[in-house]
């Protein structure tokens, strides 16, 4: 009898742990794609996306993704004058390498899907 339930409570156990391994993670927080995909189908003209080329008002396009990152602009941890410059423009190159020959990070890529705005052909 004791043993019985010393295997079942084992078993259920580890019942809760496999179900809790395969639903969570981030801190408890449901499972997510890691890498959110910019899903903004809008399409925009390269015309439009240069008249966006302000601190003020600032959209950038990477890897055909329209963005509109004015609110990001304060958040970015490099100087304004290393980012500025590729408001209205097309920045994929500059995105990848930091113009440094460097990639952003993981996080720097889920923050930037967050600011997808539409898509140029
Ligand atoms: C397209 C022009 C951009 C250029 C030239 C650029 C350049 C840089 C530079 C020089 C740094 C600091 C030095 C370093 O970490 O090596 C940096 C860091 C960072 N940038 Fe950018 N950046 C650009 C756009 C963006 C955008 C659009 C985002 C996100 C919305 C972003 C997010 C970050 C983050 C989170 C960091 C901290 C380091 C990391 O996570 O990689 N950047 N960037």
Redesign the pocket.
Known sequence: MMRRLVFFSTAVFWLVVLVLALTTGNNGEPMRNERPAAKADKLVTMAEVARHARSEDCW?V?DTQV?D?TA?LPE???KPS??LP?CGKE?SE??K????G????E??DQ??A??AIGRVE
């Open positions: 950038m990477i963005y990152l990001y970015h941890p490099s290393i980012i590729w920045a500059a995105y390498t930091k113009t440094k460097r990639p952003h990070s996080q720097a923050a930037l967050n600011y």
